[in-house]
């Protein structure tokens, strides 16, 4: 029986061992043709390809993808994902307010002998709203701070404004846009910077891709100095004949930084008077504004009391006017008038105490 069998055997395979290969081949070509050509599914991202109307905006979001079922021959889905596949998503018929767009897997295009039997999601939230535009200020966005003892001056931003749209609801609400951020930390002196615009809103935007310049003027921090007594000279030409400035002197107020105004000099400034296109002074004088000198680099004049001074020849008259204290050490010398009251009052007072004792 045993014998038989392997006769049966020896029968059915080849004698020859390449016919034997050669069979083996093709059964497995066989068996590989019916199974790839057996349906299977596959999921794949299908990416969204919007046609948006041009006088609404868009306001939900939606996904940049989606998720689509498909099914068919192996042969046909296996190089599906490189096809680089889009679906077209037309919204130009849709109205203002909320509306759902469905999506039917029968609209996909795919390869023959394939479909697509589910979409994930099926339908999407569509709200439109409507576009408008108007132009707003740009207001640099400057952030940290100058070094000790500096300060901001000033800023200025280049184009100074811009033309956004988007939708009606937030447009009509922004008042102005600013820029990306411009850092001034630590520093000693101004800086210009190109920036971009700070990203508005998700459904708004400019209308033109646009970079601005912003220049910050860093000075150091300003202090004022009042000097009084500063004496007022005369540039006269010697046919005026002598003459006299009444006041005599003035009070000058310096602005500049503390370490300026710390070493400036009293003696070293002066007001003066040019008097070299002045034909003739009466006796009744000659007004005269004042023009101050001897200040130092970095400083300005913030003002002069009093800005113009008389101009008179030197008469008696002249000499008993210059004679009167002005009315600024006329201040000065009713506050020394009090302190002294002051101290002879509180003076006896101590001494009715003792008395009391």
Known sequence: MKKSRERTIRRLLPESPVLWLLSLVISVALWAAVH??????????????LSLPQDKVLVTDLPDKIKVTVTGPWTQLKNLESKNLTHEVDLTGFDLGTSMYYLDPNDFNLPPRTRAVRVSPSQLRISFARKISKVIPVTPNIVGQPAVGYEVRGFTCQPAEIAIEGAESEVSLLEEAVTEEVDISDRKSGLTDEVGLFLLS?????KSKTKFRVTVDIEPIQSSRDFRNIRVRLAAPAKLGKLVAVPPAVMVTLVAPTKVLSSVDPEKLYASVDLSGVSTVTASGL??????????????VKNVVPGTVKIMPVTRQAVQKNKKVSPMEDSLKQDRKEKKMKQRDNKGEIKNLKKEK
């Open 36 to 49: 790839l050509e057996q349906n299977t599914a596959i999921t794949i991202d299908v990416p969204l390809a």
């Open 202 to 206: 998700r459904n708004v935007w400019p």
């Open 287 to 300: 007004a005269k504004e004042l023009e101050v000198e001897g200040v130092p680099k970095g400083a300005t």
